[in-house]
């Protein structure tokens, strides 16, 4: 009863896991086509700054120039924006302001010599009424050096952007199940059948526990990759998943063809007819049952691949009673 446990765990563990890739990967292309994250980190900037003149003279800053692919400031911001660069930028957009704002200040063109310079700019747009300002003043009055001041801000930064980066992953989770039930619906992944197949049949989950076993360095390798190939990890996924309904597991639509990506499909009319008609046949309480395990496969795919491999590994060793000992 344990290994038959341990077993289904690691087919569903498996089916997940081959899902969270393809979709992580999709995601990540659109993320780099859309300029996602780059987005995200402008929203960022000006929640932080507050005042639109201060963003929009710090976004295209010199500093912060050099980090754009094309026109500064549009339309694909960069992704990431080093805290010094930030801080360089902030503290000359700063003094330039207060300038401006009191001509009797700094009239000396010569670069700020020490950090009470930059408090006395910040004050002076806190003064008139500038976020910015009073969110830098103390930043700076206590600094003993301008690389002190420069740190303060950069840490200031930093903190605003790792809550920026919870909202990027919140976002990044929302789409990972809107796309893991596209998918699980487009193959057919029903949590709900596949649980029952591998609890009902044995030889079938010892089976799929072993593809799982023979393909798990294999996807750990797709995982590490910083910059996934987004067409081969789906024809991966294609050709796993066709291997997991050969085995017999309840995946795909039998109006559909075979499955195997290296055969040619039916005509477009054929496959739109028998799958409406297949789906005339069924019960509402088996469509119902068939979303529900959609949903929950979404659901699932959501944790995201690194959960299901290390997961997958955990059960996979347990499965084979630990890893073999390391030879001296």
Request: proline share 6%; hydrophobic share 45%; net charge positive.
């Amino acid at each position: 009863m344990a290994l038959a446990f341990v077993e289904l765990v690691i087919g569903l563990s498996f089916i997940y896991l081959l899902l969270a890739i393809a979709c992580s990967a999709a995601i990540e292309w659109l993320a780099e086509r859309s300029g996602v994250r780059g987005k995200f980190m402008r929203q960022g900037l000006l929640k932080l700054v507050e005042d639109r003149w201060f963003y929009l003279r710090i976004i295209n800053h010199p500093a912060l120039v050099t980090l754009y692919r094309d026109v500064p400031g549009r339309p694909r911001p960069p992704s990431y924006v080093p805290p010094e660069n930030f801080a360089t930028a902030v503290l000359d957009v700063i003094l330039d302001k207060a300038g401006k704002l009191d001509p009797t200040f700094r009239k000396d063109p010569t670069p700020p010599q020490n950090a009470q310079d930059f408090a006395a700019a910040a004050r002076i747009c806190a003064n008139f009424g500038f976020a910015v300002g009073y969110a830098v003043l103390p930043l700076v009055s206590d600094a003993a050096s301008i690389d002190e001041a420069k740190a303060a801000i950069a840490k200031w930064y930093q903190t605003t952007m790792d809550r920026i980066g919870g909202w990027y992953k919140a976002n990044t989770q929302r789409r990972l199940i809107l796309l893991g039930f596209l998918a699980a619906a487009a193959l057919n992944v029903d949590s709900i059948a596949i649980a029952k197949a591998l609890l009902e049949s044995r030889s079938l989950s010892s089976a799929i526990a072993d593809l799982a076993t023979a393909a798990g360095p294999g996807l750990g390798q797709q995982i590490d990759q910083k910059t996934p190939d987004v067409k081969q990890q789906l024809q991966a996924t294609a050709e796993q998943t066709y291997a997991l309904r050969t085995a017999g597991l309840p995946i795909g639509y039998g109006c559909l063809a075979s499955g195997d990506p290296s055969q040619p499909t039916k005509s477009i009319p054929e496959t739109v007819g028998n799958c409406y008609s297949g789906l005339l046949d069924e019960s509402r309480l088996t469509l119902v049952f068939r979303l529900v395990g959609w949903f929950i496969t979404a659901f699932a795919v959501s944790f995201g691949a690194q959960f299901w491999f290390d997961l997958l590994n955990r059960f996979v060793n347990l499965r084979g009673a630990g890893k073999k000992p390391q030879t001296a």
